[in-house]
């Protein structure tokens, strides 16, 4: 059987990011429940129709105006992963010698400025522009157009002793730390609640002054 997953981050201030990340879990959950069967090309429909919710919410609550949310949702069937997902949260596959792999899109201004700077724009007035703006989103679920989506509707196989991690914007200097997923994942026996866990820790221990 096929086993849907879903992660959430909303933007628009504490109050108006957790409304706009409710309504997207909410909207994927309701929907995805009057299909049969889901198969790879329901995940895009699914993200347009929260996207669809969000701004319906947003007409009948125009003082909300701002709120929003990245959505990653994936699908998980025949031993092959499948996603479709908006903004800068991540989908990593955790392989079983330890490498992370990035499967999604990122999108936000990083992958940008990082072309920038690979093509040596770093003295142009646009890279000076963008250059603290990493964080900026480029797509996510605003319930107007989305501008970028990216979907996965071949599939990636999943091997033995691999998993599959949803991250939000926040962890992003630790599954690009080599060092500190190589630690976590060689700790003993890996488990779900361990890797979640290990992440909160290393993130707070990253952020804290």
């Not at 969000?54 to 909300?64: D, H, Q, V």
């Not at 994936?74 to 069937?77: Q, R, T, V």
């Given at each position: 059987?096929?086993?849907?997953?879903a992660i959430?981050?909303?933007?628009g201030?504490?109050?108006g990011?957790?409304?706009?990340?409710?309504?997207?879990?909410d909207?994927i959950r309701?929907n995805a429940?009057?299909?049969?069967?889901?198969v790879?090309?329901?995940?895009p429909?699914?993200i347009d129709?929260a996207n669809?919710d969000?701004?319906?919410?947003?007409?009948?609550?125009?003082?909300?105006a701002?709120?929003?949310t990245?959505?990653?949702l994936?699908?998980?069937?025949d031993?092959?992963?499948f996603?479709?997902?908006?903004g800068?949260?991540a989908?990593?596959?955790?392989?079983?010698?330890?490498n992370?792999?990035r499967?999604?899109?990122?999108?936000?201004?990083?992958?940008?400025?990082?072309?920038?700077k690979?093509?040596?724009?770093?003295?142009?007035?646009?890279f000076t522009?963008?250059?603290?703006?990493?964080?900026m989103?480029?797509?996510a679920?605003?319930?107007s157009?989305?501008e970028?989506?990216d979907?996965e509707?071949?599939?990636?196989?999943?091997l033995?002793?691999?998993?599959?991690i949803?991250?939000?914007d926040?962890?992003?200097?630790l599954?690009?730390?080599e060092?500190?997923l190589r630690e976590?994942s060689t700790?003993?026996?890996?488990?779900?609640?361990f890797?979640?866990?290990?992440?909160?820790?290393?993130?707070?221990?990253?952020?804290?002054?």
């Open positions: 059987m096929p086993s849907i997953f959430a981050d909303g933007m201030g504490h109050a990011g957790a409304i706009a990340s409710q309504i997207a879990i909207s309701a429940e009057q299909i049969n069967e889901l790879p090309e329901d995940l429909i699914l129709s669809e969000i701004g319906r919410f947003l007409n009948i609550n125009p003082g909300s701002g709120l929003g990245t959505l990653v994936i699908l998980l069937k031993e092959k992963v996603w479709s997902s908006v800068d949260s989908l990593l596959l955790l392989q079983s010698n330890h992370a792999i499967l999604n899109e990122d999108h936000s201004m990083r992958p940008v400025i990082e072309k920038m690979a093509e040596g724009l770093q003295s142009s007035s646009e522009a963008l250059n603290n703006k990493g964080n989103l480029r797509s679920l605003l319930g157009k989305i970028l989506i979907s509707t071949e599939g990636v196989p999943l033995p002793d691999s998993w599959i949803a991250l939000t926040g962890a992003e200097s599954y690009s730390d060092s500190h976590v700790r003993g026996s890996i488990s779900p609640d890797l979640c866990s290990s992440f909160v820790d290393g993130i707070e221990t990253h952020w804290r002054p």
